[in-house]
């Protein structure tokens, strides 16, 4: 089993920032993919960053130059950082990792609610 558990959501003002953690714990060899998700009320869930073992990143392009997905492998924790927030990146924010342990695994996290308002 592999959970996630996800920190920093909150509440922000449009042009501020908010750091997201997720660190994952239980029983697995490694982490492989990393990432974030997001889901607004009545939209389809979305990528928004994400990261691979040796730090290879994509994003959306609607947070490109503004948030920054980063990595600790020794904590198995991934992190976003979003700057330059905008009311449209109000969402509930998800984890989501790819595990390598009897099998590989994919996992989402509960979700963090982060809300910009203007």
């Known amino acids: 089993q592999v959970q996630l558990v996800e920190s920093g959501g909150g509440l922000v003002q449009a042009g501020g920032s908010l750091r997201l953690s997720c660190a994952a714990s239980g029983s697995f060899f490694s982490i492989n993919n990393m990432g974030w998700y997001r889901q607004a009320p009545g939209k389809q869930r979305e990528l928004v960053a994400a990261?691979?073992?040796?730090?290879?990143?994509n994003y959306a392009d609607s947070v490109k130059g503004r948030f920054t997905i980063s990595r600790d492998n020794a904590k198995n924790t991934v992190y976003l950082q979003m700057s330059s927030l905008k009311p449209e990146d109000t969402a509930v924010y998800y984890c989501?990792?790819?595990?390598?342990?009897?099998?590989?695994?994919?996992?989402w996290g509960q979700g963090t609610q982060v809300t910009v308002s203007s």
């Open positions: 990261i691979t073992s040796g730090g290879r990143t």
């Open positions: 989501n990792a790819d595990s390598l342990g009897v099998g590989t695994r994919n996992t």
